[in-house]
């Protein structure tokens, strides 16, 4: 099996900043993108931003300039550098990887468990 774990959400007041890691694990696969989706209380789930095995990066309008997002392929580990944190950005947040397993060549997508952020004074 592979699983994401992410870690690092939290409570943080407006204008601060969080650092958001997934560290992927388990069986032996090779990651091509991965990304950062967000869902708020009542929302749907949104994507935050992406990150190609390349290192091509992807962001949503309302995190650009503000987040961060980057990879460890050795670690294989995506994380997203969230700064200048605003109240509308608290929600629960999702790290996701499109995989090739090993083992049979199968491609999978796996999620996290999400972590939570929440912004507030």
């Known amino acids: 099996q592979v699983q994401l774990v992410e870690s690092g959400g939290g409570l943080v007041q407006p204008g601060g900043s969080l650092r958001l890691s997934c560290a992927a694990s388990g069986s032996i696969f090779s990651i091509n993108a991965m990304g950062w989706y967000r869902q708020a209380a009542g929302k749907e789930r949104e994507l935050v931003a992406t990150i190609g095995s390349g290192g091509s990066t992807n962001y949503a309008d309302s995190a650009k300039g503000r987040f961060i997002i980057s990879r460890d392929n050795a670690k294989n580990t995506v994380y997203l550098q969230m700064n200048s944190l605003k109240a509308e950005d608290t929600a629960v947040y999702y790290c996701?990887?499109?995989?090739?397993?090993?083992?049979?060549?199968?491609?999978?997508?796996?999620w996290g468990q999400g972590t939570l952020v929440t912004v507030s004074s």
């Open positions: 996701n990887a499109g995989l090739l397993r090993l083992s049979d060549f199968r491609y999978l997508e796996v």
